[in-house]
Nanobody, 123 residues
């Protein structure tokens, strides 16, 4: 089992920045893919970004390209999401997830999830 804990959410003004972290524990493997999803009230869970635990492959949703950056620290089993130029529409609960697939962006392909961290962007 892989346990995931998100942190770093909070309240920020539009145009501001936040950095989310996802700490993984348990049986983690270098071949796993880590990803961030988000879910706003009344909306379905939405893919944000993914990164392979090894290598350099990353993938972003169009809505966050150029503003968000996903990165990893393999030694600490931690994935980060740097969020810049935040907009009110970025307001959501952000979830970290892990998958055995290399380039998954479908929530159904992720077996382990964190409990989420709230991000609220005010105008």
């Amino acid at each position: 089992q892989v346990q995931l804990v998100e942190s770093g959410g909070g309240f920020v003004q539009a145009g501001g920045s936040l950095r989310l972290s996802c700490a993984a524990s348990g049986r983690t493997f270098s071949s796993y893919t880590m990803a961030w999803f988000r879910q706003a009230p009344g909306k379905e869970r939405e893919f944000v970004a993914t990164i392979r635990w090894t290598g350099s492959n990353t993938y972003y949703a169009d809505s966050v390209k150029g503003r968000f950056t996903i990165s990893r620290d393999n030694a600490k089993n931690t994935v980060h999401l740097q969020m810049n130029s935040l907009k009110p529409e970025d307001t959501a609960v952000y979830y970290c997830a892990v998958s055995s697939y290399a380039y998954a962006d479908n929530a159904a392909d992720f077996a382990s999830w964190g409990q989420g961290t709230q991000v609220t962007v005010s105008s």
